[in-house]
């Protein structure tokens, strides 16, 4: 077992475990959302569970991307970028849209009012908004949790051009201009397909990219971050305590500006950090099943995205008004077990019918050539 762990330390299997707990905690704030269950003094658990984990979450998952970054031709890099994110952001973008329509006509009973619902959310993932947006004088509903992954192609592609066209040293100093430029421009206007989302995190792939190359997760300890990610929440949680709001990236909003985006690029480097060093320490049952459910996160993101998006959740929420707690539970549990039960459905297909490979394809074109030719 030591001989497998050394193995996980030393490549991106490293953030399984961290992967596995922020797909749980991502499905749970987006469920508890739905229900006010006070703390006292007006505090409600959604709104803690946004506060400590919303902003230093993402850029987390973020800096793990990052982790893989390499410097490539652009062309090469947009290729890539498109063949990884492209055929799960349209198959959810159908399914989302095609499930919307159903439950909507099932719950409301008019096609009309089905098909117009649906058709901004379409618009949604076509146009790539992370939020919902007026374009023209008609409002278009957001593409749900998937601006998480067009965020970070763009990102990538960001980076990519930005290692292209400056000499290393330069490079610090043009990804922060890059992260202020993504700040400004969601001040203006939303850009569409997550634009000014995906310069702003570019700060985040880059710290990511630099763990990697400095092998700061394969150092027995980083004296220097714990202390500076606590400064980092300090002045997190006084400007959001002065201000009364909380970062929100999908709305392209920072309490602190772009002071904010680097504050958070800390505190997900220690996140990240610290659930690398318990993946390399702890080994049992349940973080071998957290690391299996971080291995399915990008199906775990597009299933999520397809239920959080086409179900009506808060005609579900309505109905446990009186006990939130009931709710919030009976409902992370439906969302789970329909998550898990898709997953496995998934795996179960690609058994049954395995993925063309290259190789496949051009043969079964060869073939199919070389029956033409007989037939002519």
């Known amino acids: 077992m030591k001989g497998t762990k050394t193995r996980t330390v030393n490549s991106l299997g490293m953030f399984d475990l961290f992967k596995g707990i922020g797909m749980a905690t991502v ?14 003094s007006g505090l409600s658990v959604s709104s803690f569970l946004l506060f400590i984990y919303r902003e230093a979450l993402m850029s987390a998952f973020y800096i793990a991307s990052g982790f893989g970054f390499r410097k490539r031709s652009v062309g090469k890099c947009v290729q890539q970028q498109l063949r990884g994110i492209l055929p799960p952001f349209l198959y959810t973008a159908l399914a ?10 099932y719950c409301f009973g008019s096609w009309p009012a089905a098909i117009s619902e649906s058709q901004k959310v379409l618009a949604g993932f076509l146009l790539g908004l992370p939020h919902t947006s007026t374009y023209f004088g008609f409002s278009i509903f957001s593409c749900g949790p998937m601006w998480y992954l067009l965020t970070m192609a763009v990102g990538w592609i960001i980076l990519d051009i930005l290692f292209n066209a400056f000499p290393e040293r330069y490079i610090p100093c043009a990804v922060a201009v890059t992260a202020i430029l993504g700040w400004g421009t969601c001040l203006v206007w ?33 004296t220097w971050l714990f202390p500076s990610a606590m400064v980092c929440m300090v002045i997190s949680a006084v400007g959001a305590l002065v201000s009364g709001t909380t970062d929100n990236m999908s709305m392209g909003e920072w309490t602190l500006g772009p002071v904010g985006i680097f504050i958070n690029g800390i505190i997900g480097l220690w996140i990240v950090n610290l659930f690398v060093r318990l993946s ?5 049952f349940l973080t071998h099943f957290l690391e299996a459910v971080g291995r399915r996160s990008l199906n775990i993101f597009c299933l999520h995205t397809v239920e959080l998006t086409a179900v009506p959740w ?4 309505a109905q446990f008004a009186s006990s939130p707690i009931v709710g919030l539970l009976s409902q992370y549990a439906i969302r789970c077990s329909f998550i898990a039960l898709s997953c496995v459905l998934l795996e ?5 019918v395995p993925p063309r490979t290259k190789k496949a394809r051009m043969e079964r074109s060869r073939a199919r050539f070389q029956r033409y030719v007989a037939r002519h």
């Not at 397909?193 to 300890?221: E, N, T």
């Not at 390399?280 to 049992?284: G, I, K, T, V």
């Not at 808060?314 to 929420?317: D, E, G, H, P, S």
């Open 96 to 105: 989302t849209s095609g499930f919307h329509l159903i439950l909507h006509h």
């Open 190 to 222: 939303e850009l569409p397909f997550c634009l000014s989302q995906g310069m702003a995190v570019v700060p985040y792939l880059y710290i990511g990219h630099i763990a990697k190359k400095r092998r700061w997760f394969d150092q027995p300890r980083l």
């Open 280 to 284: 390399a320490r702890s080994e049992n």
């Open 348 to 352: 179960l297909r690609k058994r049954i």
């Open 27 to 40: 499905i749970f704030v987006h469920t508890a959302e739905a229900y006010s269950l006070n703390l006292g």
């Open 314 to 317: 808060y005609l579900y929420a």
